[in-house]
């Protein structure tokens, strides 16, 4: 006789079946049959005659992500999952009393599910090494989009140009004096794509300036405003400050971005050479070249 189960009742019934179970799962048990376990196994329920075995079910738990098992030790541990995997066997049984493991849209899905899963331990096996990357290789990409980063200064930049030193120097000694940088600049620069933003050139970036202004900004400390700079175009004075937090984290959630990229970029370049290294020793012919446009792909 078999034992009798306590078991909790089961909240959100089709949503927590769903959650227990990969799709595949339901999928290929779909077209399974009930044949009954060896007798030497352990069985867990009887589900309408259908055994579910100690096996079956510690797979399932164990198949289970980190968060998903732990949100079920909160919530009742195994029963809560056992009971979900006893509705889900009635769900299963229903259907197939009304036919759909007959059904033939679902025995295709059936099977290119399988064949992708297939396709997947296929790779995962050619592919047997985790792709890392060099600190040369992501410094190298990072140095590649320089512009869309922050470099290791962490300034804000602000300039005005003046038209001579005289002018440049007056100014210079305002601003030290407490004079407001922004509304100098606004007025006296005559440069017109900094003038109307006060000077403003937002975070310091790798050729933001002329090299002239550039070996100085180096120079700098925050809240600093340099001595007049001589250029081709006039004297400029530069003034850093300090960025915000908020400009700091964005630019690391750009490195962040760049680095998956180029992770990405090398998973892909392993995948390909896996495909050229099947593709190079198959025979592949199409039967008709020009209309799909395949001559290419004939190998050997």
């Not at 290119?112 to 096996?125: A, F, P, S, T, V």
């Not at 120079?219 to 081709?232: E, R």
């Not at 908020?246 to 390909?272: G, H, S, V």
Request: glycine share 6%; proline share 6%; net charge positive.
């Amino acid at each position: 006789m078999a034992p009798r189960l306590t078991l909790p009742n089961s909240p959100a019934p089709f949503r927590s079946i769903c959650a227990s179970a990969a799709a595949c799962g339901c999928l290929l048990s779909l077209l399974a049959g009930c044949t009954p376990p060896p007798a030497e196994e352990r069985v867990v329920a009887f589900v309408n005659g259908r055994p579910i075995t100690q096996v079956e079910f510690e797979a399932e738990w164990n198949e289970l992500p980190d968060a998903t098992r732990a949100r079920y030790e909160k919530e009742g541990g195994k029963p809560r999952l056992l009971s979900e995997v006893i509705t889900r066997e009635l769900l299963l049984q229903e259907a197939r009393k009304q036919g759909f493991d007959q059904n033939d849209q679902i025995r295709d899905r059936a099977r290119r599910y399988k064949e992708k899963l297939m396709l997947d331990e296929l790779l995962k096996d050619r592919i047997k090494t985790k792709i890392e990357l060099t600190k040369e290789e992501l410094d190298a990409y990072y140095e590649k989009h320089a512009r869309q980063l922050l470099t290791p200064l962490k300034v804000r930049v602000a300039v005005m140009l003046l038209p001579n030193f005289p002018a440049a120097k007056d100014l210079e000694k305002q601003v030290n004096q407490g004079g407001d940088f922004a509304k100098f600049a606004q007025r006296y620069s005559v440069d017109p794509k900094t003038k109307a933003n006060g000077g403003d050139l937002g975070p310091y970036r790798k050729d933001l300036v002329v090299p002239e202004v550039d070996e100085v900004i180096r120079q700098l400390k925050p809240g600093m405003v340099s001595a007049p700079i001589k250029t081709d175009a006039g004297y400029y004075l530069v003034k850093i400050t300090a960025l915000d937090p908020e400009i700091i984290q964005a630019d690391l959630a750009t490195r962040e971005r760049l680095r998956q990229e180029l992770l990405n970029e090398k998973r892909q370049k392993r995948f390909d050479d896996v495909i050229a290294d099947i593709r190079a020793k198959a025979v592949v012919k199409v039967a008709d070249a020009s209309r799909y446009g395949g001559g290419e792909m004939v190998t050997r």
